[in-house]
């Protein structure tokens, strides 16, 4: 069983950068970790994604040079750097992990079998 906590949420004027952070417990190497975001009234979208053993990336092409997605195995954390915010990043930023050796759909939802229960990010204009 795989543990999720995020944190690093909050509110920033446009422009500006935060770097979530999320904290596993259990296994997750040779796992898809991914960052997930969901509006109000939206369906939950893929942000970015990384598989924890040899570090390959993914990300939604809106979030490209944008956002940065990393892991420190050691630590069992992943983070997602976000600069350059706009308003429209406003959401609840959820991070989720696959099963192992699973990251063949790296930003759909269907692919993540463990969820956090979400960190806040609001953007002001």
């Known amino acids: 069983q795989v543990q999720l906590v995020e944190s690093g949420g909050g509110s920033v004027q446009a422009g500006g950068s935060l770097r979530l952070s999320c904290a596993a417990s259990g296994y997750i190497y040779y796992t898809c970790m991914g960052w997930f975001r969901q509006a109000p009234g939206k369906e939950r979208e893929g942000v970015a994604a990384?598989?924890?053993?040899?570090?390959?990336?993914y990300y939604a092409d809106s979030e490209k040079g944008r956002f940065t997605i990393s892991r420190d195995n050691a630590k069992n954390t992943v983070y997602l750097q976000m600069n350059r915010l706009k308003p429209e990043d406003t959401a609840m930023y959820y991070c989720?992990?696959?099963?192992?050796?699973?990251?063949?759909?790296?930003?759909?939802?269907?692919?993540?079998?463990?969820w956090g229960q979400g960190t806040q990010v609001t953007v002001s204009s």
């Open positions: 989720a992990a696959s099963k192992p050796y699973s990251c063949n759909s790296p930003l759909s939802t269907g692919e993540f079998s463990y």
């Open positions: 990384i598989y924890t053993v040899g570090g390959s990336t």
